[in-house]
C-alpha cells in the first residue's frame, strides 16, 4: 500500500512517514500544496495525508483539484483544532475524514487503515481469505492460524493481493503501490515475490492470469 504526505512541517511529514513506513506501507512526501497537488495527479497511491495550511497552494484548492479531476483517492486532512471550518471545508472539498492538530500518530495509523479498508470494500481491519488471514492493524499474515514471516516487500504485495481479492491485478499496478516513486521499478520482481509467497504459504492461492497479472482469491472448497 501506497501512502502520500503533503505537510509543510518538515518534522511532522518525517514523524508520519517513519510511523507508516514502521506499519508496512510504502511513503512519498511532499512540502507544498504545488507539489502535493502534481503527486497525486500522477501517481497512484492508496490513501493522501493532506495539511489544510499549505504554502504555494493551500490544502482544500488541492484536493479540489483532485476531485475536479476525477481522482477518487481516499483523502484524510490534517486541520486546526480550533478551525471547525477548516474540517467543514475540507469534507465539502471531498475529503473522506480529518485529524485535528496536535494529534497522535496511532490515530492517524488508525484512520489510513480504515480509508482504506471501506475504499476496497472491507469493513473489518481482519481479511480473510479460505485459511489466509491478514490482520491490517498489526500488518501479519497467518495461514491456519500459523505466522507467515515474510520480508517487507512480500507483505505489501499480499496485502494488496487481499485488499482487492477476487479482481486481476496487473504487474504494473503491483509495481506502482509496492515502491515509491524514486524507487528503480521492476515489474519483474513481482514474479520473484509472488513465487516465495506461494512457497511460504503452502496453499493455492495466488492465480497466475496469463497476459493480465495476478488474482488472489479463497480455494473452490473453501466456507
Not at 512519498?28 to 502535493?36: I, L
Not at 500459523?146 to 494488496?160: D, G, Q
Request: hydrophobic content about 40%; glycine content about 8%; proline content about 3%.
Amino acid at each position: 500500500m501506497r501512502i502520500l504526505i503533503v505537510e509543510d512541517d518538515i518534522n511532522l511529514n518525517r514523524q508520519l512517514a517513519d510511523a507508516l513506513k514502521e506499519a508496512g506501507y510504502v511513503v512519498d512526501t511532499a512540502f507544498d500544496g504545488e507539489e502535493g497537488h502534481f503527486l497525486g495527479d500522477t501517481e497512484p497511491y492508496d490513501a493522501i495525508i493532506l495539511d489544510i495550511g499549505l504554502p504555494e497552494m493551500d490544502g482544500i484548492t488541492v484536493l479540489e483539484k483532485w476531485r475536479g479531476a476525477g481522482r477518487a483517492t481516499p483523502v484524510l486532512i490534517l486541520t486546526a483544532r480550533d478551525r471547525w471550518s477548516d474540517k467543514v471545508a475540507g469534507i465539502d472539498a471531498g475529503a473522506d475524514d480529518y485529524v485535528a492538530k496536535p494529534f497522535h500518530v496511532e490515530e492517524v495509523l488508525a484512520r489510513i487503515r480504515a480509508l482504506i479498508r471501506r475504499a476496497a470494500g472491507h469493513a473489518s481491519s481482519e481479511i480473510i481469505c479460505g485459511p489466509v488471514r491478514l490482520d491490517t492493524k498489526s500488518s501479519k499474515a497467518t495461514v491456519n492460524g500459523k505466522p507467515l514471516k515474510l520480508t517487507s516487500h512480500e507483505y505489501r504485495l499480499l496485502a494488496y493481493l487481499m485488499h482487492h481479492k477476487g479482481e486481476v491485478v496487473s504487474r504494473t499496478e503491483l509495481v506502482e503501490h509496492m515502491y515509491d516513486q524514486d524507487f528503480d521499478r521492476d515489474s519483474n520482481t513481482i514474479e520473484v515475490f509472488v513465487g516465495r509467497l506461494r512457497k511460504k504459504m503452502g496453499v493455492d492461492l495466488i492465480e497466475t492470469v496469463r497476459g493480465l497479472g495476478y488474482r488472489i482469491q479463497a480455494p473452490t472448497n473453501a466456507n
